[in-house]
């Protein structure tokens, strides 16, 4: 009987999809991999943009280009996993399907929406004081970018409200592909802590941070370990 495991390991790129093929035995090698080149839309205002369909589309073409390399049937498969680009937006219906473009993490078109959040009062790289000491109480972090997430999420729903309410989940990249791949809305510790909601010390979501922004708790996924 062949003792040998086979995993894949799938990188999510800004620029491709990247798939590695690894036997694992008494060592780890790789044994074959392929590449899937993603597109990146710049948009006028800001916005930075990619295609959902394009990275699911590039690991399918990418897997069958492993498998067929090592000459290994899909049942040898014994696993899976994925790492990826962080702080992008994908928000999805009930079935998993993404509503509207992911936006990228280099998306900066929503200074207005991060502005009216909390840029008032007395400000500390543009952000209010008390905005600010919450955040660091509670996450040891604090959102001081446009580019962050929250502020994408607070884009959608100001200028794409009949999108955003459609919306059922709020997840990154890896994500959006576990969950086309099990079904599952989830979200891995270190993506929920990139969000600047989640709250390391309860390890869950931030209740409080999620009011102070204006966060729909429901939108959130479960929040699983990376190993999970």
Not at 86 to 115: F, H, I, T
């Amino acid at each position: 009987r062949d003792a040998m495991i086979y995993t894949i390991a799938y990188d999510l790129g800004t620029s491709a999809v990247k798939t590695c093929l690894f036997k694992i035995d008494e060592s780890i090698e790789m044994i074959a991999s392929a590449s899937s080149a993603n597109h990146l839309y710049i948009l006028d205002n800001g916005g930075a943009e990619q295609d959902a369909e394009e990275w699911w589309q590039g690991m399918c073409k990418t897997t069958k280009e492993v498998l067929k390399t090592a000459n290994l049937p899909p049942e040898k498969i014994s696993g899976i996993s994925f790492c990826s680009q962080m702080q992008g937006l994908v928000l999805v219906d009930k079935k998993g399907n993404a509503l509207r473009r992911p936006m990228s993490y280099m998306d900066q078109r929503s200074g207005a929406e991060m502005k009216a959040v909390q840029g008032h009062g007395i400000t500390i790289s543009g952000v209010n004081i008390i905005t600010l000491l919450k955040s660091l109480y509670i996450t040891h972090a604090a959102s001081t970018s446009v580019k962050d997430p929250i502020w994408k999420y607070k884009w959608v729903e100001k200028n794409e409200p009949e999108i955003f309410e459609k919306v059922y989940k709020w997840l990154d990249v890896k994500e959006y592909i576990i969950c086309r791949c099990t079904g599952n809305f989830i979200m891995t510790k270190d993506s929920a802590y990139a969000t600047f909601l989640y709250d390391p010390k309860r390890e869950c979501w931030g209740k409080a941070l999620c009011n102070m922004y204006g966060i729909r708790m429901e939108h959130l996924p479960e929040i699983v370990d990376c190993t999970d």
